[in-house]
């Protein structure tokens, strides 16, 4: 695709220095007249000829450019699709963007969960106008705590009104095999981009491997969800305990002392004061208390820990959880390792329609149990999605467009690495993520 444009470029050079030689010769033939209008005549007609090549040039790249788009697809509507869909929007390589969504407004808006946005998120996030000024919620130092609803609703809206990027979002209208087929277009590329959560089935629509990878992120953990109805739904912030101590020696002489000295666990109460979530990890280790709490048999154990946590550890003004209350929380039994799921494959290229399917967000990674961070993974995840589209549309041969997908891969390796390595616990300790801007962007100009 390159190699004609030079060809053009230097057809209409050549063409436009010929005429320039041409007509200074013609003038400097004629006999008998005034030199000085013949300069003018001269310098005038140089002058238009290159202003009439300039013209030229640029609309022939501006058409080259205009014709050098994508369609974009996006299956889900859940704050990592939506982002992908207001990163499509504000590039400029992005003719039509498409987002299905199988619920409806309400039923998205609907969503309880609340997500609490990492300042590695926020930063990225304002990149895309995000106006946190905007959105109800809270913030706790460098955290801002958002219901899922809300945060949806705001990106939805800011998208419908971006006139000029020609988005079209069908809500209440499900991503089938049927719609997977008939995708691809003769006139671009289309990138599809899944993100239809952690139990979407779209990516085996489009010929994506469904195997899944487990890596034990070296960790094991225990979570508690308590649902206070007759309390209000306002966004709170969490709170993290770290190297916690547990003195279980009441359950008896196996969960005695010395042992307990060497599992220090991290504990973060999160969700609203309404959906109240515990999570419990500690990092592998040997001791006596953590073999105990794995292989424990006893519900009442975990039940407890988190009871007596929760009443230590809540927030100013929160009511104790009760006994009665405890026996109706849902918790995990017992200590499980914490494993990482990962898509084998997270993009694949479909020749016949120059389709090219990449997979994010929860659908394309998930714990097997939530520990409250998730969703600033997934935004991770999207962060190479402005420099991939530029090289989607550059891709103009084979070795080009592979390029850009071992780029694709290569990112998602890296964040699937970086979760394992430091994320989960970061997740858990007061610091800041270390998984930063800086590292995201030294990947993408290595890979440049
Ligand atoms: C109870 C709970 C509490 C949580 N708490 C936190 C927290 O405190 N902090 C945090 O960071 N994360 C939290 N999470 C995780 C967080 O919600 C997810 O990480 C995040 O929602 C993932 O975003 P996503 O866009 O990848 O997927 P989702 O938000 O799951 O969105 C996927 C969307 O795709 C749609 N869809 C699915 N299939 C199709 C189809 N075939 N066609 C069209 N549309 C389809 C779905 O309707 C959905 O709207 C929590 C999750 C749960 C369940």
Redesign the pocket.
């Known amino acids: 695709m390159s190699r004609p444009t030079e060809f053009i470029t230097s057809d209409l050079l050549n063409s436009t220095m010929s005429s320039v030689i041409m007509s200074q010769q013609t003038t400097a033939v004629e006999p008998g007249g005034n030199p000085l209008i013949e300069i003018r005549n001269t310098l005038c007609i140089t002058i238009f000829i290159v202003i009439s090549f300039i013209l030229c040039k640029g609309s022939y790249d501006c058409l080259r450019q205009w014709r050098l788009r994508l369609n974009v697809v996006i299956?889900?509507?859940?704050?990592?699709?939506l982002t992908a869909a207001l990163i499509s929007a504000y590039s400029k390589r992005v003719a039509n963007i498409i987002v299905?969504?199988?619920?409806n407004r309400a039923q998205?808006f609907a969503r309880p969960?609340?997500?609490?946005l990492d300042s590695s998120s926020i930063s990225f996030l304002k990149t895309l106008h995000v106006d946190f000024d905007n959105i109800e919620g809270c913030w706790q130092h460098d955290r801002f705590y958002t219901r899922?609803g809300i945060f949806q609703e705001y990106l939805l809206s800011k998208l419908e009104r971006l006139e000029d990027a020609n988005v079209q979002i069908k809500l209440g209208?499900?991503?089938?095999e049927d719609v997977a087929n008939k995708l691809g277009s003769k006139e671009y590329r289309t990138l599809v981009v899944v993100?239809?959560?952690?139990?979407?089935?779209?990516a085996g629509y489009l010929g994506l491997s469904d195997e899944f990878i487990l890596q034990s992120c070296q960790s094991f953990g225990a979570v508690c969800?308590l649902e206070r109805l007759d309390v209000p739904q306002f966004p709170t912030p969490e709170t993290r305990v770290n190297r916690l101590k547990l003195d279980l020696s009441a359950f008896g002489s196996e969960y005695r002392l010395p042992e307990l000295s060497q599992a220090a666990f991290d504990l973060k109460i999160?969700?609203t004061f309404r959906?109240r979530?515990l999570a419990l990890t500690c990092q592998k280790c040997e001791s006596n208390l953590l073999r105990q709490l794995r292989i424990t048999t006893d519900p009442t154990i975990m039940r407890n820990i988190f009871q007596e946590s929760f009443n230590t550890y809540r927030t100013k003004g929160e009511r104790k959880v009760s006994d009665m209350e405890a026996l109706n929380t849902r918790c995990t039994q017992r200590l499980s390792e914490i494993k990482l799921s990962t898509r084998r494959e997270s993009v694949i290229y479909i020749q016949d329609e120059d389709i090219v399917v990449v997979v994010?967000?929860?659908?394309a990674r998930n714990l097997n149990f939530?520990l409250?961070?998730?969703?600033?993974?997934?935004f991770l995840g999207v962060q190479y999605l402005d420099s991939f589209l530029k090289q989607l549309v550059d891709a103009d041969t084979e070795d080009r467009l592979l390029d850009a997908l071992k780029y694709k891969s290569r990112w998602s390796q890296k964040i699937n690495d970086d979760l394992i390595k430091y994320r989960m616990q970061d997740a858990m300790k007061m610091t800041k993520p270390r998984l930063n801007h800086r590292k995201t962007d030294a990947l993408s100009k290595k890979s440049k």
């Open positions: 299956v889900g509507s859940g704050p990592v699709g299905f969504e199988e619920k998205l969960q609340q997500i609490a899922i209208t499900k991503f089938t993100a239809d959560g952690v139990l979407g089935l779209s969800a999160y969700g959906h979530y994010e967000g929860d659908a939530n409250g961070f998730e969703v600033n993974v997934g």
